[in-house]
T-cell receptor, first 110, second 113 residues
Framework: LAKTTQPISMDSYEGQEVNITCSHN???????ITWYQQFPSQGPRFIIQ???TKVTNEVASLFIPADRKSSTLSLPRVSLSDTAVYYC???????????FGTGTRLQVTL | NAGVTQTPKFQVLKTGQSMTLQCAQD?????MSWYRQDPGMGLRLIHY???????DQGEVPNGYNVSRSTTEDFPLRLLSAAPSQTSVYFC????????????FGPGTRLTVT
């Protein structure tokens, strides 16, 4: 799987938009980009997956530039309940082994 | 659907004891996997299975065994518990594995003294 780099932590106020960027310089042609969210004492939860350009669902948006060497997870108008660790994973859809790095710890406050 | 279930939720073992962590899913997923998560760390893959009767090693397989006799169940066995195996263990399943959406269980918090 491609190596990824994310900020260790981020802070935000409630109601703001949060953008978490993940660098993956050695992404391969058949690699996808996937983001997971993990709340304390829970297993990770799939948020969004994309290959290029922009993907949006009810939870977040994923922006992928043309060179695909980075991606940005965008959380609109965060609330306290969005406080969690966010993991960026990059690899082929058929990859058997997933590697979760240490992720980005997002702290949302009032 | 119950999704992915894990038992027990908590367990304390003495060094050298053995035990089995249970994992079951009712979504007819072919792919199942076990991860461990140490405090403040990401998840590390222990073992995974791409279907009944097929298992393979992940990143940190030593000290653990798995088997996959049915699609639904994927137990993880600790052969001889060591303090270094103190961790939270998560089981996950997905339809086809890889980066496709994985569903995680609630975890088992294991302490080895």
């Amino acid at each position: 799987l491609a190596k990824t780099t994310q900020p260790i932590s981020m802070d935000s106020y409630e109601g703001q938009e949060v953008n978490i960027t993940c660098s993956h310089n050695n992404i391969a042609t058949n690699d996808y980009i996937t983001w997971y969210q993990q709340f304390p004492s829970q297993g990770p939860r799939f948020i969004i997956q994309g290959y290029k350009t922009k993907v949006t669902n009810e939870v977040a948006s994923l922006f992928i530039p043309a060179d695909r060497k980075s991606s940005t997870l965008s959380l609109p108008r965060v609330s306290l309940s969005d406080t969690a660790v966010y993991y960026c994973l990059v690899g082929p859809g058929t990859a058997s082994k997933l590697t979760f790095g240490t992720g980005t710890r997002l702290q949302v406050t009032l | 659907n119950a999704g992915v279930t894990q038992t027990p939720k908590f367990q304390v073992l003495k060094t050298g004891q053995s035990m089995t962590l249970q994992c079951a899913q009712d979504m007819n997923h072919e792919y199942m996997s076990w991860y461990r998560q140490d405090p403040g760390m990401g998840l590390r893959l222990i073992h995974y299975s791409v279907g009944a009767g097929i298992t393979d090693q992940g990143e940190v397989p030593n000290g653990y065994n798995v088997s996959r006799s049915t699609t639904e169940d994927f137990p993880l066995r600790l052969l001889s518990a060591a303090p270094s195996q103190t961790s939270v263990y998560f089981c996950a399943s997905s339809r086809t594995g890889g980066l496709n959406e994985q569903y995680f269980g609630p975890g088992t918090r294991l302490t080895v003294t």
